[in-house]
Structures are given as C-alpha cells and as structure tokens.
C-alpha cells in the first residue's frame, strides 16, 4: 500500500465547552481529493488551523510524510510542501500578478542583502528558473494577459487561482482548499475545476472542504461529512462512480 | 552663495532621510515615528566616536551604523514582530521618546542640554571637508549612493518580499517566508542611511544637541514621505524638495518677519492637508501609506 502523505491521529480541540474537534482520524494517500462538507460550526475550519499549524491541538498527533508535524509552525509546514488556501483568497494586494507568484518562489540566496554581491549568478540563475515556472503557471490558469496588473485588480475567481498558483510556485505538495468554489461565478468554477483534476492527475493532493457537495462529490475520491467536530465517512465516490 | 550651499546640503540630509525613511513605511508599510531617533543616535555615535575616541569620520560612521543597528534596528523589529498597525506606530513614538530622554538627561556621555560643540569635520586622505562647497561635494557623493542603492534595491527579489511583507504577513507565511526577517532587513537598512544623515548632520553643523532629534522631527520627516509619495524615488525627494525649498520661495512673498516662520509652516500645513485629502498616495507616490 501505498505510505500516506498526511495522517491524522485522533486529533482534539475544544473552546469554551464546544469540541471543535472531536477525535479525527484521517488519512490521505497521495494524488487524491479528499473531500469534507459540513454545516457552518461543523469544525472544518478548525481541522484545516490545526492542520496548517495556526492552532495547536489539545490531543492527538498530525504526521506529514511520516514525520509527526503535530508542534510545527506555519512555517515549517509550508516549507516542507503543505500549502493552504484560504476561503477569502490571500494575495499580495499591492504587488503585480507576477511578482505574486515570484515572491512565492523559491530563490533563498535573494532573500540576503550580501548574497547580491557574492552570490549574484546564483539569484540571477534562480530568478530565471522562477520566472519560467511562474510563466507556465499564468499559462495554465489563463492569467497570463494580467501579469502585469496589480492583484487587487482581479476577480474574486482570479485572485483565487492567483492564490493557488502561488502555492504551487511554493512547491505545495498537499493542498488544504477551503471552500475553493464559494462566491464566484460558473466560467471560473469550470477553470477551478477542470485545473484541480489537472494537478491531482500530476500528483497533487488535496483536502478540501466545500459546501456544494455535487462539487465534492464530483471531484473527491473521499468524502466525510463533519459534524459536531466529528468525522463521519460517507460514500466513497471512487468505488461509487465503478 | 554659502546661504544656497547650506540650503542644499540640508536638503540632501533630508533626501537621504526620507528616502531611507520610504523603505521602512512605504514598501514595509511600518509607519513609525522614530526616525529622528535613528538619525540622533546616528549623529550622536559619530559625534562620540570621533570627539571621544579620535576616530576619523568614515571609521566612526562605519562603527555607528553597526551600533545603531545593534540598538535601534534590534529594537523596532522586536517591536514589529510584536505589534501591528497603529500599536506598533504607538511604540515606536515611545521609542522616540525614550531617546530624547536618554540623550537629554545622559550629561556624562551627551552633555544633555548643552549639546556637543566642535565636532571635527570629516577628512579623506588629508583632505579637510571644511568650507560649505567641499562639504557639499561630501554629502553630493552620500545622497548619490543613497539614491542609486535604493534605485538598484527596489528591483531586486528582496525589495519585492518587503513589499509583500506590507501586504499580507499571513499570506507570506502559508508561503513558507518569515516576516520577522524582512522587517529586520528593511527597519537595518533604513537605520544605516539614517546614521549617514546623523552623521552629515553633526559634521556640518560642529554641534549637536537633543533638540534637533526631537518627535516633531519624526514627524517632519513622515510628512516629507506623505507630501512627496513613497514606494519610488521621486516621492520622498520631491516631498524634500518641497519641504526644504518651500520655505525659501516663500521668503520671497512680502511678509512680516514677525509671522513669516509661522506663516511657512501654516503654508506647508495646507499642502499637507490638500495632498493627503485628495492625493493619498502623496504627488508622486505609487502606495497609500498605512497605518
């Protein structure tokens, strides 16, 4: 069988009285869409902070590529491949369309002041392997007419494939997707869509919670349903759709 | 002609300061005000160094910046790193209040009050910077480093990831990037042109004092970025152009001398208040300043 890229173990976090997360165990394989749906205060929310390290948890352990990532930071996770994108999409507002997915690079030797001086070819080699994977990435999610723009300028659907796309200029091997299709319009859910099969075809994994469960239910390999904290197993569409 | 020399090297000193003060606020977007606690510690390190401990100027500004990034730059990026928005700009107006009063009532190091007369002028391989014109070739050469640095600099990768840092710290971080290090990045190197200034500054002038390193000067400088624009090199140097030059055009406008000085500042008040009202982003600026 094949090792799980993300396994969770028992996983517990309550507030004020309210389990927020009540015992979660869950394991994904790489190359699958897992899929969570839930009603507002199911907890999902919750389960993607402790997953992406922006909570702790009170119980339980999170293993990432067999390495128990429980106590990591934000940091720490990201750089190792997990990558989150958020309901609202996150950019940098002020900051081209290019420059958002170039900031999202890799080029560690630019991020020091002297290495300009002593390690000039080594940024100049990096900045142009980033620009190319950049470039390719505008291609693939069709934004490469507003390159130039500034990222406020897009659309909600376009700043969430911008979001995306920096993730993956990050090198995300596991995507946390919350709710990627919410509050946009049908033409971009298509291109979501049809580019979230593209990448799972490619090897990219993904979790992903939505509301509209004809969505999950379509894409997922998986789906759970959440309630009151608690994960229950569904149907599993895979063998459904055989 | 030694009035128009004065004139314009006290605007480099602003240029230098300003733009220095750009990369912080506007592509950081840490608006604070403390950068006359930069600028006096800067002045002040040089002045010790050199009156002190008989160091020649460029080995007692090379030392001052390394001091003045130990001290000031260490601190403000803790504070960074803790507090956001209006909270951070709060405790760096503390900042500026804990220097003033260090260097006001430290009399044994600063002499407080009574300032720190006959600072030596700078010297290069026997050459004496000692008339306003060869102190103006001095500060010429200064302002040009500062402003092809910070040309070259806002191209690079790294200027980008300060940008982003103003942006959205949170988003960087799912990015796998540390905020913390860029504001350090940004808050050192807004701290060495500020000690170049500091140091120009106290040359020039052969004395020093408290009062020229006060909140108002901070203030002063925020609103040479605020008239003039920031996230490019235009911004900040027209707003000191504005701000220094301002005041010598208008002593050509008939005014009693009893008002003048406050009739100058009311005038540049005015500026102020039309520019952020109808130009948030100052004349030239390419980012709304943010707080």
């Known amino acids: ?242 | 002609m030694n009035y128009i020399i004065h004139i314009l090297i006290i605007l480099q000193i602003y240029i230098i300061l300003a733009l220095s003060l750009n990369l912080k606020t506007g592509f950081t977007g840490l608006l604070s005000l403390c950068q006359a606690a930069f600028y006096g510690t800067g002045a002040y390190l040089t002045t010790l160094l050199m009156v002190d401990k008989g160091l020649n100027f460029f080995t007692a500004l090379f030392l001052a910046i390394l001091i003045n990034i130990a001290l000031n730059a260490a601190i403000t990026t803790w504070l960074a790193g803790r507090l956001r928005n209006l909270y951070f700009t709060l405790a760096t107006i503390a900042l500026q209040i804990v220097f003033f009063g260090v260097v006001y009532n430290w009399q044994s190091l600063t002499r407080g009050p009574f300032g720190i007369p006959g600072i030596p002028k700078p010297e290069l391989a026997g050459i004496v910077f000692n008339t306003p014109l060869q102190f103006f070739f001095l500060a010429l050469f200064f302002t040009s480093v500062t402003i092809v640095f910070f040309y070259w600099f806002a191209k690079t990768p790294l200027c980008k990831l300060l940008e982003c840092t103003r942006d959205d710290e949170v988003w960087l971080t799912v990015l796998g990037k540390r905020p913390a290090y860029f504001k350090f990045v940004s808050i050192s190197i807004t701290v060495v042109f500020a000690t170049v200034a500091g140091a120009l500054y106290a040359t020039y002038m052969s004395y020093i004092d408290p009062t020229s390193f006060t909140l108002d000067e901070s203030i002063l400088i925020l609103t040479i970025i605020l008239v003039g624009g920031t996230g490019n090199i235009i911004g900040p140097v027209s707003g000191a152009l504005i701000y220094v030059l301002l005041p010598e055009a208008l002593r050509f406008v008939n005014m009693p001398d009893s008002i003048s000085a406050n009739a100058r500042m009311i005038i540049y008040a005015m500026i102020l208040i039309l520019i952020v009202r109808f130009k948030p982003n100052g004349l030239f600026g390419k980012f709304e300043i943010r707080g």
């Open chain 1, 1 to 242: 069988m094949m090792e799980a890229i993300l396994n969770i173990q028992n996983l517990y976090k309550h507030y004020e009285g309210i389990v927020a997360v009540d015992n979660v165990n869950l394991t994904i394989i790489p190359g699958t869409l897992t899929g969570i749906f839930g009603d507002n205060g199911a907890g999902k929310t919750t389960l993607f902070n402790l997953l992406s390290g922006f909570e702790n948890p009170e119980n339980g352990s999170v293993f990432f590529e067999g390495k128990n990532i429980t106590k990591k930071s934000v940091i720490y996770r990201a750089r190792h491949g997990m990558g989150r994108l958020f309901q609202i999409p996150r950019i940098f507002p002020d900051v081209t369309v290019l420059d958002n997915l170039l900031a999202a690079g890799n080029n560690h030797e630019a991020k020091y002041l002297h290495n300009y001086l002593l390690k000039h070819s080594a940024i100049k080699k990096n900045k142009i392997a980033d620009l190319e994977k950049a470039k390719n990435i505008l291609d693939q999610f069709h934004l490469t007419e507003k390159a130039g723009l500034k990222a406020y300028e897009l659309s909600v659907g376009e700043k969430r494939l911008l979001s995306l796309g920096s993730l993956l200029m990050n090198e995300a091997k596991l995507l946390l997707l919350d709710e990627p299709f919410a509050g946009i319009n049908e033409v971009a859910a298509k291109q979501i869509k049809s580019i979230l099969i593209s990448l799972k075809s490619s090897g990219t994994t993904f979790l992903m919670i939505e509301h509209d469960k004809a969505k999950l239910f379509e894409l997922a390999d998986s789906v759970y349903e959440m309630k009151q904290g608690k994960l229950l197993n569904t149907t599993n569409t895979h063998h459904a759709n055989h």
